[in-house]
């Protein structure tokens, strides 16, 4: 596999450009919202103030007024991109997933190699979950405390991914290509290995660990879990 993370990175820009880009794209008809530039810059300057304030008080405590103060953006300014607190959430978590999916390219499987795109599933989901880690790291840890629409959006692409994973792994058996004997355990596992990038970035910066050494030792892994042949 040839996918390294600074590839990945060429390949985000072609297909999305910029998270703001996106966010503003998928948003200006809904929202009536005219300058590209403006609005951005305003997306950027608002979703970054409502990571570092979720990660210093927690998005529960985080108060609109608390939001116009981090950002310098007045509250009348705020209203114009979001009419509360739970929809910053979903255009976050909707965003954050059209990226994904567009990066994952999972409904792209095309069934001839299953271990090979296996191998370029996982290394795609980290290198996503790397360059938009605290996109990753909000909708892990806050969207889940909010409403249960919202959380049964976030659950359905949880479980997306999950069965991704699991079908590739039986493909693999069923093409001889492996003899994994527990798969469900196995792409439980690989799932759990790939919310520990974004979760606990701490415990791999601390060992100088970078995307493309996790990638590489998640992959072998793959190998033994699966017990390719």
């Not at 007024?65 to 910053?88: H, P």
């Not at 959430?89 to 909707?94: F, K, L």
């Not at 954050?96 to 069934?111: D, G, N, S, V």
């Amino acid at each position: 596999m040839n996918l390294s993370y600074e590839t990945f990175l060429q390949e985000f820009e072609a297909l999305i450009g910029d998270e703001w880009t996106c966010i503003f794209d998928m948003y200006h008809k809904k929202l009536n919202l005219k300058n590209r530039n403006i609005a951005t810059k305003k997306f950027k300057t608002i979703i970054e103030s409502v990571f570092k304030l979720s990660h210093t008080k927690g998005f529960q405590a985080m108060t609109l007024r608390d939001l116009s103060q981090e950002s310098g953006i007045s509250m009348g300014g705020l209203y114009k991109y979001f009419s509360n607190k739970n929809q910053i959430a979903e255009m976050i978590h909707a965003a954050m997933i059209h990226m994904a999916e567009t990066c994952l390219k999972i409904k792209e499987y095309r069934h001839l190699d299953p271990v090979f795109e296996l191998n370029e599933l996982l290394a795609r989901h980290i290198y996503i979950s790397e360059r938009l880690k605290k996109w990753f790291y909000f909708v892990f840890m806050e969207c889940k405390s909010l409403d249960r629409e919202l959380l049964n959006t976030i659950m359905a692409s949880e479980q997306f991914m999950g069965e991704a994973i699991l079908e590739r792994i039986l493909d693999a058996n069923k093409q001889n290509l492996s003899q994994c004997t527990n798969p469900d355990f196995v792409s439980a596992m690989l799932k759990a290995m790939l919310q520990d990038w974004y979760l606990k970035t701490w415990k791999y910066q601390q060992k100088n660990i970078n995307a493309d050494q996790y990638v590489a030792n998640l992959l072998l892994s793959v190998y033994q879990l699966i017990q390719v042949k």
